[in-house]
């Protein structure tokens, strides 16, 4: 069985785009808590699956530093 794949949009300092398509949920996951880290030494936020659907689907119920900085989509597939 197949699980949704994701295409994620990351906003680097320099106002740059980092850009990876066709993410499963746990490699999702893992690439936002190593972009934070990497590039503003944000080690403290909880992402999961649900912090994740709400940066998708309901962004006023995630914090500024992650709306401003994550974008995530489902992809379309064939």
Known sequence: ??????????????????????LNMKDLCEHVKKDLLE????????????VLYNLQKRPQYCSKILRNRIAISKCISN
């Open 39 to 50: 590039h503003y030494f944000i080690d403290d936020v909880n992402i999961n699956n649900q």
């Open 1 to 22: 069985m197949k699980g949704c794949l994701y295409n994620y949009l990351f906003t680097l300092p320099n106002k740059e785009f980092k850009e990876l398509k066709s």
